[in-house]
Nanobody, 117 residues
């Protein structure tokens, strides 16, 4: 079964850091662009970062670049999202998908990130 599973979310204080994981099963994430997205209640889905297939080039909207970093461990079939200096506005459910633009049926179930003191 082809699927992605996110983990690593939780409650963090403003200024803190989290690293989210996105583990692939049934396929190699190396062969796909893997995108990270988030969605807060009442807001549209927002793209955070993407790591392309094979070469692993990174693409990220400029506002995300300073605090969010995507990386990949091929041996673990896992893509990571490192999030630093978190602010309350980062509170959302974070998803990974098997496509940099989200044009795929293969999405993870999401992991909740809450930034609050």
């Amino acid at each position: 079964q082809v699927q992605l599973v996110e983990s690593g979310g939780g409650l963090v204080q403003p200024g803190g850091s989290l690293r989210l994981s996105c583990v692939g099963s049934g396929f190699y994430v190396y062969n796909y662009g893997i995108g990270w997205f988030r969605q807060a209640p009442g807001k549209e889905r927002e793209a955070i970062a993407c790591i392309s297939n094979i070469e692993g080039s990174i693409h990220s909207p400029e506002p995300m670049q300073a605090r969010f970093t995507v990386s990949r461990d091929n041996a673990k079939n896992t893509v990571y999202l490192q999030m630093n200096n978190l602010i309350p506005e980062d509170t959302a459910t974070y998803y990974c998908a098997a496509d940099c633009w989200g044009h795929t049926a293969v999405w993870g179930q999401g992991t909740q990130v809450t930034v609050s003191s």
